[in-house]
């Protein structure tokens, strides 16, 4: 079984080839995010490319879905695709490998990318579970220039009125969006705190820490103490290439040849 450490190299590895071979963008989103979906999926979500339409199954909600190539990596490595499909088919036009997430993937529970939707569907899902007595738990990772989105706090508001205590929302907050820093387009903070006012229980973590990520998001599934759970995991937009870190270009550019080899090089070596 590969470990957590090696998952989150290849899904990064997987997603500046993707990036670099279809000249496709939002690299440094999707290299921010690439530890928390390596916990989730190594160790945390009770899904498998078998159980794809299993009822009982942990569902995941993939809000930030312009950073497609980091969901779509993990989904490859962890065997629901076909091999060589999202090599090949990676924004191919008559494929549902689209450069925002597509719900026609196994393994995909909702197209997103137009943002602010998928924690309100989430919500639906988890307040659904709970009437029906069903034991899954309904992740969603959201992006933090998301959180500018009114939708987010009426299902912010609407999951602690309902005590969704099987919702855990993790915010990747690299704090880098689309026109500048977050602090600069629309400040979040304090953060924490606003979840807390809306009676979530909130925790805040190292998003790159992977033993951190783990033991929170287990502990964070396992409290059933009427709830919703926010992880805030402080990340690095462009994480694990230097010359990407913090940068703003990398929400827009793709890499050239020399920009692709010298990022896999610093990879490898993480």
């Excluded at 997603?15 to 530890?35: E, P």
């Excluded at 997103?112 to 998928?118: D, K, R, V, Y």
């Excluded at 005590?163 to 907050?173: F, R, S």
């Excluded at 909130?202 to 033993?211: N, P, S, Y």
């Amino acid at each position: 079984m590969i470990d957590i450490a090696t998952l989150a190299k290849n899904i990064r590895l997987k997603i500046v080839t993707l990036c670099f071979q279809k000249r496709t963008s939002h690299v440094g989103g999707a290299l921010s995010v690439a530890d928390i979906l390596a916990v989730l999926y190594g160790e945390v979500l009770d899904i498998s490319p078998t159980r794809i339409a299993d009822p009982s199954r942990d569902r995941l909600y993939y809000s930030k879905g312009h950073a497609c190539t980091a969901l779509y990596a993990a989904l490859d490595i962890k065997g629901f695709f076909e091999p060589n499909a999202l090599a090949d088919g990676f924004t191919v036009d008559g494929t549902y490998f689209t450069s925002h997430i597509n719900h026609q993937l196994p393994g995909v529970e909702l197209s997103t990318g137009s943002l602010g939707h998928a924690l309100g569907v989430a919500c639906g899902v988890s307040i659904a579970a709970k009437r029906r007595q069903q034991p899954q738990s309904v992740f969603v990772v959201l992006s933090d220039g998301e959180l500018d989105e009114g939708s987010n706090w009426e299902a912010i508001m609407f999951a602690a009125h309902h005590h969704l205590d099987n919702l855990i929302a993790i915010v990747d907050y690299n704090k880098i969006q689309s026109f500048g820093s977050v602090k600069e387009v629309m400040g979040l903070e304090p953060l924490a705190d606003k979840f807390k006012a809306f009676n979530w229980d909130v925790t805040e973590v190292d998003g790159h820490c992977l033993e951190q990520l783990a033991s929170t998001l287990r502990k964070a599934k396992a409290n059933r103490a009427g709830k919703p759970k926010c992880v805030i995991a402080h990340t690095v937009k462009g994480k694990g290439v230097s010359f990407m870190e913090n940068k703003l270009a990398w929400h827009y550019k793709s890499p050239n040849e020399d920009d692709y080899h010298a990022a896999c090089r610093e990879i490898e070596v993480l």
